[in-house]
């Protein structure tokens, strides 16, 4: 994805810096950081899912710069203050009880011109060409007000990340167009949020089920924006 180099670039890293990839999943981003690092640097991939990390620890193997970390970053990062050049999150803060802790736990951890970069999406800004507009509607509010924790996280990231005492530099809107129903239903899951979206009552058996035909079988389009934040410390 084209904002995943983005978020990369805008952290600035430099040869010997420690950067922090917050919620780092199975590794997706830890071997582009460690290569900007390079040989002198250490990226440090931290999240509460072992399974996760099983994977990532698979897929860094042989790049003796990154570490991993198994913790709950709202919970307090395993750092001491000022310890790290650089922190990310890709997609993270929309899952977590308390954004704020961990964007607080940022700036602690990070030195003083240290750069930190969220990517998070806005699920509110989610849209779906349908003939029955009501219906579009029904699904993407069960989606912004129930699939994700914090559905709009994308939007409230420059205001959090002040009040956590960052100065935010830069926002940049990041919207992903989607044409293929079967693309979308892997990347959206559109046919298990339907039911989701049926057992909540947000769609009636009738429209759940003309819904996930109609998107099958007739033209497709789909549109969501992320918003990649810079700040610095």
């Known amino acids: 994805m084209a904002y995943k180099q983005l978020a990369i670039a805008a952290l600035g890293i430099r040869p010997g810096d420690t950067v922090l990839d917050i919620g780092c999943g199975p590794a997706a981003d830890l071997p582009d950081m460690a290569e900007a690092v390079g040989a002198a640097g250490w990226v440090i991939g931290l999240d509460s899912d072992p399974a996760a990390l099983a994977t990532a620890a698979s897929r860094a193997q042989g790049i003796p710069q990154i570490r991993l970390v198994c913790c709950d970053a709202a919970n307090g990062l395993p750092m001491a203050d000022a310890a790290a050049d650089g922190a990310h999150t890709d997609r ?132 969501m924006t992320l918003f990649l934040v810079a700040a610095a410390r």
């Open 92 to 223: 993270v803060l929309q899952h977590v009880a308390d954004p704020l802790a961990v964007l607080r736990e940022v700036r602690r951890v990070l030195r003083p011109g240290g750069a930190a970069v969220f990517a998070e999406p806005d699920w509110d800004t989610l849209v779906i060409d349908y003939p029955d507009l009501a219906v579009a509607r029904a699904y993407t509010r069960f989606v912004s007000d129930r699939v994700a924790r914090n559905g709009c996280i994308g939007r409230q990231m420059p205001a959090l990340a002040r009040e956590a005492g960052l100065d935010v530099q830069n926002v940049t809107p990041i919207t992903t167009v989607s044409r293929d129903a079967q693309a979308a239903d892997k990347l959206l899951g559109l046919r298990r949020v339907t039911e989701r979206a049926l057992a909540a009552g947000y769609l009636s058996p009738e429209q759940a089920a003309t819904w996930l035909q109609d998107l099958a079988s007739g033209p497709f389009f789909a549109s």
